[in-house]
Every structure is written in structure tokens, then in C-alpha cells.
């Protein structure tokens, strides 16, 4: 079947400016989950979703920063007045029902911030 | 504050030989350990996980080496083969707080 897609696979743009990434989890997965991986490092948390609500954004780095999944699947995630410095791979994973399911990672968009 | 610690950043290990990957960790409330295997510009896909009721897990070629007492546990790949090549990132997450927590990662490469 068909794994977590993300897009864009790639995304430049300038600095100041509003960005919004995707995610489509696997069909059926009920918890989602945003990590940001920078060059060199391992991934991490952002954000994780139980269904439509947002049950941990703690690692969200600032109000920049906004995810929703409005209908329990899909996922956006929103930076507004980007800097250089939010440039990294940004990951999305789905597990079936959250708790210690596996996690499973799209391939990332890779965003550069000019 | 890194709360897990990953080492080394880069391995080299010769064809048919044993890579080990070690991690250590500082938060005793987690209770799952998975190694993720990343392949360069794809994401990070289970390798294997392990629970801390027990100090070893193996699958095929890989194993994982749990020590409680020390808060570490390692990785080990028997049997190295190039296909084997990739980062490897452990992790840790404990129940009712789901996030994982990755470590720096390590490059490993497997030489003919």
C-alpha cells in the first residue's frame, strides 16, 4: 500500500515569506506526527495529532510555527515569515492509533530559506 | 539538553564484519527504544525496537543490547554487508508521551 507523501519534495523561498507543507498520512492512521531533521542531525518533534486535535505541540519552536488536520488526515503544516534558519528537512510519520505504534516516515520536504 | 547521546558520528566497518552503534540515555522515564535506518533523501524507516523488560532483541542480522542499569543500549549489525550503508538513528519514547526522541545519528559505511 501507500506509505506517508509529502509535498512539495522541495521548496525554496525567501525570507519573510509564508510557507505551508504537506502531509498524507497512510490510510487509516489515526495519530500524525511532525519532526524537522537539520543537516547532520536527527529529527525532531514538532507536533503530534490524535485524529483533528493537536494532543502535543510542544515542540513547536515558536508562533511561527501552526499545524492543522482538519479532517483527521491530511496535515499542513504553516510557517509564516520564514528565516534562514528554518531551513531543514521537515518529516512527516503516521502510526495506526499513536501510543508506541510503529512510526512511519515520509520521505520529507526539504525546505530552503534564502 | 540532549537527552539521548549517540556515538559513534561515523563508522566505517569492512564487508562481513559486526558494526555496533551505541546510545545512551539520561530520561528514565522511557520505555521504547527503536533504532531508525535512513537511507540519504529518503525518511527514517523502524529498523528494530526494543521494551526494557528485556536486555536483548534480535532480527535476522540486527540485534539491540539493552543495559537498564546504565540507561544504554546499542546496536549491533552482524554480518555487514554495503547494502547496509545508511545513517542510523536511535531513539527513545516512553507511553502517554509518544514523541521520539532521536539521537545525532551515525554514518555507516560498509567497505568490500
Known amino acids: 500500500g501507500a506509505g506517508v507523501s509529502q509535498t512539495p519534495s522541495n521548496k525554496v523561498t525567501e525570507k519573510g515569506k509564508y510557507v505551508e507543507l504537506r502531509c498524507d498520512p497512510i490510510s487509516g492512521h489515526t495519530a500524525l506526527y511532525w519532526y524537522r531533521q537539520s543537516l547532520g542531525q536527527g529529527p525532531e518533534f514538532l507536533i503530534y495529532f490524535q485524529g483533528t486535535g493537536a494532543a502535543d505541540d510542544s515542540g513547536l519552536p515558536n508562533d511561527r510555527f501552526f499545524a492543522v488536520r482538519p479532517e483527521g488526515s491530511v496535515s499542513t503544516l504553516k510557517i509564516q515569515r520564514t528565516e534562514r534558519g528554518d531551513s531543514a528537512v521537515y518529516l512527516c510519520a503516521s502510526s495506526l492509533v499513536g501510543g508506541l505504534e510503529t512510526q512511519y516516515f515520509g520521505p520529507g520536504t526539504r525546505l530552503l530559506v534564502l | 539538553q540532549q537527552q539521548v547521546k549517540q556515538s559513534p558520528q561515523s563508522l566505517i566497518v569492512q564487508k562481513g564484519g559486526i558494526s555496533i552503534i551505541n546510545c545512551a540515555y539520561e530520561n528514565t522515564a522511557f520505555d521504547y527504544f527503536p533504532w531508525y535506518q535512513q537511507f540519504p533523501g529518503k525518511g527514517p524507516a523502524l529498523l528494530i525496537a526494543?521494551?526494557?523488560?528485556?536486555s536483548e532483541k534480535k532480527e535476522g542480522r540486527f540485534t539491540i543490547s539493552f543495559n537498564k542499569s546504565a540507561k544504554q543500549f546499542s546496536l549491533h549489525i552482524m554480518d555487514s554487508q554495503p547494502g547496509d550503508s545508511a545513517t542510523y538513528f536511535c531513539?527513545?519514547?516512553?507511553?502517554?508521551?509518544?514523541?521520539?526522541?532521536f539521537g545525532t545519528g551515525t554514518r555507516l559505511t560498509i567497505i568490500p
Open positions: 526494543i521494551r526494557p523488560d528485556v
Open positions: 531513539a527513545a519514547a516512553n507511553f502517554g508521551n509518544e514523541k521520539l526522541t
